[in-house]
């Protein structure tokens, strides 16, 4: 079996990202390693909860953890205001201390909510993840960003939180629907198109395997973390290199927005999938980058069965106004200028501060028109 | 007019506590200086914006600041789920960004809630405190505590959360009715009886100087502000030293507690003058504290006319078991034993951690029979 260790380092708040096979049924004895004497609230959705919530509650048992289950429903739409309360009074009528953790089991909404609920209740509890996504294992999970949606837009509201432990159990994803694995796998790319063109080109050669599972896929992991963790790390709080993570984020927001969150339509790694693909494009037309590249890009995430078009989407129609004001709403807006992760070429994104809207929106009425 | 100015020291996250008359008129041009093209969403509730909402308005319009109000009912009440979530959207669908400020207009309770809403929207914005009540003035504005309550308990949901600035306008205290301003003046007291003896004296001889306005009143805030930013730069997330700050609160947030946080029963102040005339006779009682200290303490707060035994609390009677409840489930306890701030006497209090809740409950037990 193989397994890694990433540290995360934070200075006092440094923590460790475990990978490899196996954690789910150990999720009680490494929790008491980090955690000693500590009680739990393990939140998780019901998806999760009926395929993995028996091996992890059995570990914490085992280890004589007293546990607490919220079990929310799952999707998109539990990271509001009242599943939040719902969350925070439980943790409080459980009685949990400051010294006490709240255990996130399940994909990048259950790690969003339960670290806000951590974050503030009594201003500040124990938390650990145990992402069960590709997408929380290589993303979500890392970074300490917490939160959930507002009426006006995605992740409006929330904390920095960072964990005190990491479990990305990467048999855990054996279960994942073929789907919701692509749409992970959409930011597993991104980390190889920001910064490391030999990581992607591995990727081209090696994603069946990431895919089937085992030792590429616990690299593939292993080295998105490691690239999430050293941006994290340099930047906590997102006022420089950071943004670099949102690599294909911009537009992908977007389109979720504009699909209503509806999964049936769109999940986020599929938005992200797109977005990439729009953003090496939007490059190109700028020019800034090679069109081998974008086209390299497109064909590898169709090559795994992402959507790299707007017209990809099911369902109706989408159009360049609708996108642009969810543009606008993004938070990544400074003053009215947009911000945009563009690319100089596979490898090569950097932040660009000051582009036009106008030409975004000529360019997607564009994309929109093929 | 006399005027002050305190620097909070916490590193990049420093600020200064302005007090003096005549500030809300000057809060425009304060925040400007400050967060210069900030706009801002005002905090208030109903009774402040009645009284004091104009002036500041007009200074924030002179100053060319954008503003979104919002106004809540004055009262603990509002510190709760639903309005957070009300200041939240409304903050955030007036589409302020990071580098827009939060201010909160009013006492302890808007301070907290505003403050919170400042912590998560965006995962923090910028945030400006006007307190218009002696107790914010004194204490909740200062140390970066901001929240809400929970269905379980009082403060129980919030975030560590510290403003760019804080506007002390000692003349708008001229409004409070006597009996939020001697509620206010146990804080102030408290100050003095946890470390500064000489402060306490101080006070024994100027306390209706301070009533009254002026110098004295601006002294007073000062000392008082001065007290606990020393005491929240020593230690922000209250793993050890400001602890302190809590006396009189274990029992103080009790009584509030068990009078259902109904205003027309008992203030936070007034739980804190209970409080901390209990604290001085429970010190007394097991041998740590002379009588003579205990009877001046309960003399100088009966003097301002704050009450000083639970039974001053108007209403049926309370029991010590339920009092308890209360007592076990505040935030100062730790895995079972309770942790209390005890006194050797005017200007000598301590922490102690592991108090028995028998003989806390036997104490209660006396003090309800006389
Ligand atoms: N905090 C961050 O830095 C960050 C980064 C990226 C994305 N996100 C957030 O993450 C969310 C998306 O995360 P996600 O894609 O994991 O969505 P998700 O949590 O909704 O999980 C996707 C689906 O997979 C199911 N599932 C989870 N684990 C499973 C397993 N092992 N086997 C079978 N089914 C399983 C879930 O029940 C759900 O139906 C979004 O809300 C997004 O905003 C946050
Ligand atoms: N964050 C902290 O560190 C901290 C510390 C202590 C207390 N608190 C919190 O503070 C709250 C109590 O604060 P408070 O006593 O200021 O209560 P408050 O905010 O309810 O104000 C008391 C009353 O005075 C009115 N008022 C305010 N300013 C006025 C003015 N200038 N003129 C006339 N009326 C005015 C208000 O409308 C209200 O009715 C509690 O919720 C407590 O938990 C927080
Ligand atoms: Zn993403
Ligand atoms: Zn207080």
């Not at 004589?64 to 009074?89: H, N, Y």
């Not at 997102?238 to 769109?266: M, P, S």
Request: proline share 3%; with cysteine.
């Amino acid at each position: 079996m193989t397994s890694q260790t990433i540290r995360v380092e934070l200075g006092t708040r440094s923590y460790d990202i475990l990978i490899g096979e196996g954690l789910l049924a150990q999720a009680g004895e490494r929790i008491a390693a980090v955690l000693p004497g500590a009680r739990v609230a393990l939140v998780t959705d019901e998806n999760v909860a009926r395929i993995h919530l028996e091996t992890v509650s059995a570990s914490l048992e085992r280890a004589g953890i007293g546990v607490t289950t919220v079990v929310v429903p799952a999707g998109e739409a539990s990271k509001k205001f009242d599943r939040l309360q719902e969350v925070v009074e439980t943790v409080v009528g459980a009685r949990l201390e400051r010294g006490d953790a709240v255990v996130a089991l399940g994909g990048g909404v259950i790690g969003d909510l339960a670290g806000f609920a951590a974050a503030i209740v009594r201003r500040g509890m124990r938390f650990v993840q145990i992402p069960t996504t590709l997408l929380a294992q290589v993303d979500s999970s890392v970074g300490g960003k917490t939160g959930i949606n507002s009426r006006h837009g995605k992740n409006l509201v929330g904390a920095f939180y960072q964990p005190q432990l990491v479990l990305a159990a990467t048999d855990a994803l054996d279960t994942l629907p073929r789907r919701e694995f692509a749409a992970g796998y959409a930011e597993v790319a991104k980390y190889g198109l920001i910064g490391d063109a030999a990581f992607f080109a591995w990727l081209e050669a090696n994603w069946q395997d990431v895919f089937s599972g085992g030792p590429a896929r616990t690299e593939a992991i292993a080295r998105s973390c490691q690239a999430k963790a050293d941006t994290v790390a340099a930047d906590e709080r997102e006022t420089g290199e950071r943004a670099l993570l949102n690599l294909g984020h911009t537009f992908g927001h977007a389109l979720e927005a504009a699909c209503g969150y509806d999964a049936d339509r769109l999940v986020h790694g599929e938005g992200v999938a797109i977005g990439t693909a729009l953003a090496h494009r939007f490059s190109v037309e700028l020019g800034l980058c090679p069109a081998e590249d974008a086209e390299r890009v497109e064909r590898h995430l169709q090559a795994v069965g992402l959507p790299t078009r707007i017209s990809d989407i099911p369902g109706g129609p989408l159009s360049a106004d609708e996108l642009m004001t969810h543009i606008g709403q993004d938070k990544k807006v400074k003053r009215g200028r947009l911000t945009f992760i563009l690319t100089h070429g596979i490898g090569r994104s950097f932040i660009a501060d000051d582009v036009s809207p106008e030409r975004v929106r000529d360019f997607l009425q564009r994309e929109l028109s093929t």
